[in-house]
């Protein structure tokens, strides 16, 4: 079973638009949250992470995390064609999971970002 | 930025052979991973490796697979035997420190048994 959900499969968005992008983890233990982003043919690399409630801001992007439903959000302002790209959405279980780099991913959001 | 090579991009092999993926990690890198990502699915966690030792290790590092990295050279995933089942993208990391926060991936190698 899937620890981590991401919706939705694909998102278009026009350029200049907001692109909301939702993960949520089924498994109570699954507590760590990161976003990475994935070009085509390119290696993942991570946008941000959040571990407590709450909100975090950097430049366009934004992230959400709800501990009690176990769900995070990336939001992209002002959407580029560049920002179009595989978001993945991956958790650990807790301090101890991140420790060991012991990664739970989603299968990932297709992000399209049309000029 | 810090880059992590895999060598090569794609292999082909048949089923039986021996395989060895090769990661070129982050020079000053301590902790290493492998990842598995099936066509159409999510990447999954095989195994993570410091100091010459498997920290940890998923249910799908099967007993058929072995990493190694000696002396500061490659950091390999062995396979011997192949099996269909291990067609798939093969993803290295590393990290500086413990802890997801620095973990750096590789671009992958797909890897095709026939």
């Known amino acids: 079973q899937q620890k981590v959900q991401q919706s939705p499969e694909s998102l278009i968005v026009p350029e200049g638009g907001m692109a909301s992008l939702n993960c949520t983890s089924s498994?109570?233990?699954?507590?760590y949250f990161w976003w990475y982003r994935q070009h085509s043919g390119k290696s993942p690399k991570m946008l941000m992470?959040?571990?407590?409630?709450g909100e975090k801001e950097e430049g366009r992007f934004t992230v959400h995390l709800n501990k009690a439903s176990l769900h995070t959000s990336l939001h992209i302002r002002d959407s580029q064609p560049s920002d179009s790209a595989l978001y993945l959405c991956?958790?650990?279980?807790?301090?101890?999971?991140?420790?060991?780099?012991?990664?739970?991913f989603g299968a990932g959001t297709q992000l399209i970002v049309i000029p | 930025g810090p880059k992590v090579l895999q060598i090569p991009s794609h292999q082909i092999i048949d089923m039986g052979q021996m395989v060895t993926l090769n990661c070129d990690p982050v020079?000053?890198?301590?902790?290493f991973y492998w990842y598995k990502q099936i066509l159409g699915q999510q990447m999954e966690f095989l195994v993570n490796?410091?100091?010459?030792?498997?920290?940890?290790k998923s249910k799908l590092f099967k007993d058929q697979f072995s990493v190694e990295r000696p002396d500061g050279s490659y950091f390999t995933l062995k396979i011997q035997p192949t099996a269909l089942e291990d067609s798939a993208v093969y993803f290295c990391?590393?990290?500086?420190?413990?802890?997801?926060?620095?973990?750096?991936f590789g671009s992958g190698t797909r890897l095709t048994v026939l």
């Open positions: 990391a590393s990290s500086l420190e413990q802890g997801a926060e620095t973990l750096y």
């Open positions: 498994d109570r233990n699954v507590d």
């Open positions: 992470s959040i571990f407590s409630n």
């Open positions: 991956a958790a650990s279980m807790g301090y101890r999971g991140s420790a060991l780099g012991r990664l739970h």
């Open positions: 020079s000053n890198h301590l902790y």
């Open positions: 490796f410091y100091n010459g030792k498997v920290m940890e």
